[in-house]
C-alpha cells in the first residue's frame, strides 16, 4: 500500500502498538488528526487494520480518506483606501476623483460636501461602485469636500477625505 493520508473520524482514537483491542493505547488521536497509513493487514478476529508511518496500528472503522472540513476564516473589515486626491480637470468644471484600494475591499461608497451643504450626500457621477476612480462633471465655483470608505460583507472601513477647489 502507497502512503495515504488518512484522518481520524472522531476523538479518541486509539492508537496501538499491535492491531488487537486489548493492546495498550499508546496514544489517542483528536477527530480530524491527519495520520500516514503505510500498510494494512487483518488480526485474528478478521478486523482490518492500518499500519502508520510509526509503525503503530489503527482500527480501521476509526479512519477516512476525507478530510474534515476547514475552519472558515473569518472576513475583516476592509482597511480605508489610501491616497485620496481630487483634481480640477483643466479649465471645465469637471473634477477626477481617485484613491488606492483598500485591503479586502469589494466596493466603495463616495459622498460629496461643500461648506454651504447640509450633512454629505452621494455622489451621483460614481455608478460601478468597486472603480477606484471617477470624473464628477458641472460643479460650481467653491470648494468640494469629498470621501470614500471601502466596503466587503464584514462591514465598512472609516472615511477618507479630500477637496478639491473648483474656482
Keep these: ?41 487483518y488480526n485474528s478476529v478478521g478486523n482490518l487494520w492500518y499500519k502508520l508511518n510509526d509503525g503503530n496500528w489503527i482500527f480501521s472503522d476509526n479512519l477516512t480518506k476525507t478530510a474534515p472540513p476547514s475552519t472558515p476564516v473569518p472576513i475583516q473589515k476592509p482597511s480605508p483606501p489610501t491616497n485620496l486626491t481630487a483634481k480640477k480637470i483643466g479649465s471645465t468644471r469637471d473634477a477626477q476623483i481617485s484613491w488606492s484600494a483598500g485591503a479586502g475591499a469589494t466596493s466603495y461608497e463616495v459622498e460629496w460636501s461643500t461648506a454651504n451643504s447640509n450633512g454629505w450626500r452621494t455622489v451621483n457621477d460614481y455608478k460601478t461602485k468597486t472603480a477606484t476612480s471617477f470624473t464628477s462633471y458641472g460643479h460650481d465655483k467653491i470648494v468640494f469636500k469629498y470621501r470614500v470608505r471601502s466596503v466587503n460583507s464584514a462591514g465598512v472601513s472609516s472615511w477618507v477625505e479630500c477637496s478639491v477647489d473648483m474656482r
Design 1 to 41: 500500500m502507497p502512503a495515504t493520508t488518512f484522518y481520524a473520524v472522531k476523538d479518541d482514537v486509539p492508537v496501538r502498538a499491535r492491531p488487537y483491542a486489548p493492546n495498550t493505547i499508546l496514544k489517542n488521536l483528536s477527530k480530524g488528526t491527519a495520520v500516514t497509513v503505510v500498510g494494512s493487514g
